[in-house]
Antibody, heavy 116, light 105 residues
Framework: DVQLVESGGGLVQPGGSLRLSCSAS????????MYWVRQAPGKGLEFVAG????????EYADSVKDRFTISRDNSKNTISLQMSSLRPEDTAVYFC?????????WGQGTLVTVSS | EIVMTQSPATLSVSPGERATLSCRAS??????LAWLQQRPGQAPRLLIY???TRATGVPARFSGSGSGTEFTLTISGLQSEDFAVYYC?????????FGQGTKVE
């Protein structure tokens, strides 16, 4: 079965940094693009960042560009999201998502809270 | 970016009834439209892709239709587990964008 397990969430002060990780299993990781999608409390879904299967191409939402960096390690079946200069509006559950053109598998998410 | 607009925001229906949810794109997405279901406290789950193809394990009471800019998700004979929030998502262009969701209560 496809499994995506996120980790690394927590409480961080405004301006701080945090690194999220996603461990994938149950499929051939290296052939899929992967994404981070977030959901602020009580709100809808927002694309954050994506990376193609080889890690050569990345895409970011305007709201996180120049602050967040997505990366992947195909030898370890993991993706990461390095988040810096965090703002209160970055508070959300962050989901790791597999893309098969559409977003077909989602992790359970990890909560990031940005607050002083 | 392509803006996805869902209506209504909330849909009140009774078990056994039919629910019809709408999704409109600000420009054509061809047939590259997916529907996701999110139950309280859970991650989103893919229901339908390519406008009308049900994902693995999705019951036949869920059906999708439309093309271009207008899409519909129909749930026939609502069951208790279907009360949730439903999102449409386009994957025809970057960035991938979602509707704001329809809550079926």
């Amino acid at each position: 079965d496809v499994q995506l397990v996120e980790s690394g969430g927590g409480l961080v002060q405004p301006g701080g940094s945090l690194r999220l990780s996603c461990s994938a299993s149950g499929f051939t990781f290296k052939i899929y693009s992967m994404y981070w999608v977030r959901q602020a409390p009580g709100k809808g879904l927002e694309f954050v960042a994506g990376i193609n299967n080889k890690g050569e191409n990345t895409e970011y939402a305007d709201s996180v560009k120049d602050r967040f960096t997505i990366s992947r390690d195909n030898s370890k079946n993991t993706i990461s999201l390095q988040m810096s200069s965090l703002r209160p509006e970055d508070t959300a559950v962050y989901f790791c998502v597999r893309e098969n053109w559409y977003f077909d598998y989602w992790g359970q998410g990890t909560l990031v809270t940005v607050s002083s | 970016e392509i803006v996805m607009t869902q209506s209504p925001a909330t849909l009140s229906v009774s078990p056994g009834e039919r629910a019809t949810l709408s999704c409109r794109a600000s420009q054509s997405v061809a047939s590259k439209l997916a529907w996701l279901q999110q139950r309280p406290g859970q991650a989103p789950r893919l229901l339908i892709y390519a406008t009308s193809t049900r994902a693995t394990g999705v019951p036949a009471r869920f059906s999708g239709s439309g093309s271009g800019t207008e899409f519909t998700l129909t749930i026939s004979g609502l069951q208790s587990e279907d009360f949730a929030v439903y999102y449409c998502q386009q994957y025809n262009d970057w960035p991938r964008t979602f509707g704001q969701g329809t809550k079926v209560e």
